[in-house]
């Protein structure tokens, strides 16, 4: 069982670069690098609460789990 990150995905979608997520969820360029490639194992709720604003998503949107 896996949780997936999909937050290059949306991204894209968006057109928005690392950097200017990075400036609007407060966040270092290297930590949500990390987190887009699955480098960290947590997220507060906090931030992804900032990163779905950011990208008028869902959490769902960003996370997928797998078995």
């Known amino acids: ?3 997936i990150i999909r937050l290059d995905r949306m991204m894209a ?3 928005m670069s ?3 997520l990075a ?3 407060g966040m270092t360029n290297v930590n949500l ?3 887009k ?3 960290m194992k947590g997220i507060r709720f906090e931030t992804l609460d900032a990163i779905c604003d950011a990208l008028d998503c ?3 949107d960003i996370l ?3 078995k």
Do not use: F, W, Y
């Open 13 to 15: 979608d968006r057109k």
């Open 23 to 25: 400036e609007k969820v």
């Open 18 to 20: 690392l950097n200017e």
């Open 1 to 3: 069982m896996a949780i």
């Open 58 to 60: 869902q959490p769902g």
């Open 37 to 39: 490639t699955g480098k």
């Open 33 to 35: 690098s990390n987190l």
């Open 64 to 66: 997928e789990h797998t």
